[in-house]
Every structure is written in C-alpha cells, then in structure tokens.
C-alpha cells in the first residue's frame, strides 16, 4: 500500500530555515506529481509549492523566493527548503502526490502532516 513519510518538522526563529522531506513508498515515483500544502488553524489549505513529473516548479506568491520545491527521484523522496521563515509560515504541512493523464488527475495520496512553527 502507499505510504506518504514526512519528516523535517518543528520549532524554528523567525529567519531561519527547514528542510522537510516526504518519502513515498509502493509507486513508480517518478510518475507523480508532488505538492506541499499548508493549512494553519482557520485558514483554508493552501498549496505551497508543486513539482511536476515533468520537473516544473510553482510556487505560492508568499514563498516565492523563500521556499523550495525538489524531487528525488532516486530516493522517491520530494524536498521543501524553507528559508527566511516567517511567523505567517507556522501552519501544519501535507506532501501529497497526484498521477495525471494529461489534464485528468487519477487520484492522490497524502502524508501524514507535520507541524512547522516559526516563533521566538
């Protein structure tokens, strides 16, 4: 069955930086897209960065800059590099990966989620 492993999480200072990794398990990796998504209390779930199969990156305008999205395809694993961290960045994180055919999306899988908080 398909497994969704992220780790990376915690507490960190307004400034600083995370590294969040998501392992994926039971699928041909490369295949998939992989996003990360935010959610903090209140708020709706926000994508914060994807990377296609293809290996093209989007970014929220908020992160634009700041974050990072990247794949290994080797290790079936997908990065967010979080830098100049900020309060607003506090919110639990998801990894998720979708398979397309094209345009149509056959279905999705989703970690876990993991705490990041930013606070001095």
């Known amino acids: 069955q398909v497994q969704l492993v992220e780790s990376g999480g915690g507490l960190v200072q307004p400034g600083g930086s995370l590294r969040m990794s998501c392992v994926a398990s039971?699928?041909?990796?490369?295949?998939?897209?992989m996003g990360w998504y935010r959610q903090a209390p209140g708020n709706q779930l926000e994508l914060v960065a994807a990377?296609?199969?293809?290996?093209?990156?989007t970014y929220a305008d908020s992160v634009k800059g700041r974050f990072t999205i990247s794949r290994d395809n080797a290790k079936n694993t997908v990065y967010l590099q979080m830098s100049s961290l900020k309060p607003e960045d506090t919110a639990v994180y998801y990894c998720?990966?979708?398979?397309?055919?094209?345009?149509?999306?056959?279905?999705?899988?989703w970690g876990q989620g993991t705490q990041v908080t930013v606070s001095s």
């Open positions: 039971e699928i041909i990796f490369r295949l998939y897209d």
């Open positions: 990377v296609t199969s293809g290996g093209g990156t």
């Open positions: 998720r990966i979708s398979r397309r055919l094209g345009s149509v999306e056959l279905g999705d899988y």
